[in-house]
């Protein structure tokens, strides 16, 4: 039974994918549903699940937390090049936080355009927002706060939604080597995390691409210059595919939670 919903939710994806598709981003919706195969093939069918409002859906992989307390919902977006279950932290995230008392539910991206520019990221705001709205209505069935934790491209964009009121403000927002293509757009990131005042925690390595690490000392100081109530900024060594590194993030998110009060 698992197994042919989740079948059904595949095929329904890609009927989406497809009536949806347009010249300019066909490309980018293949990539998408190579993803979505890969993760319907490599997962327990019962870890997936097709969140769907209007003209959206979503292949999400979700995880009940399993402790005799719940603190909420933890809703993990992949860089827009990794899928749901991304070996890049997201996946080992995703199942650790449930023994910490984490409902999990992680979402595929959308697919970056062929070029992100100011005048293309309003759209694609609006499809990741979309994405993330599904999600936090999908946590409201779960007790206790939402916390977003994101990657990459996704995690600097959440950023920049969340600084316009684009996007409903979690508990606690988590980025993992935030950064954005292109010296302008990647400038943007620091003053979007100043002019918000969602707790932030904003963690890079020192094997991430020099977008992310450029900016570091300029978040710092325009947090410090605007105040920002709860900031921290953490570098770590070593890649995020490593599993001691993915081990050592792990143990700084869930204590930065814990000091946080969640």
Known sequence: MHYAKCALAFTLLVLVFASHAQESNQQHNSIEQNYVADVMRQLPPEQISLLSEQDTEVLSLQLENMTSYTKGTAILMPDASEHAASPKHINNLRQQLTDYGWHTIALMPPALPAELTTDSMP????????????????????????????????????????????????????????????????????????????????????????????????????????LKAVYRQRVITGSGYNPQTQQWVFHEIYGWLTSVGL
């Open 123 to 226: 759209d694609y705001q609006q499809r990741l927002s979309k994405r993330l709205h599904i999600a936090m209505q999908q946590a409201k069935n779960t007790p206790g706060v939402t916390i977003i934790i994101a990657q990459g491209s996704s995690a600097a964009v959440i950023n920049a939604m969340l600084a316009s009121g684009q996007l409903t403000e979690p508990a606690a927002f988590i980025m993992l080597g935030a950064y954005l293509p292109g010296t302008e757009l990647n400038s943007q990131i620091a003053k979007a995390l100043a002019s918000h005042q969602v707790p932030t925690l904003d963690i890079s390595q020192t094997e991430d691409n020099h977008l992310v690490t450029a900016q570091l000392r300029q978040r710092q100081r325009l947090v410090n210059k605007h």
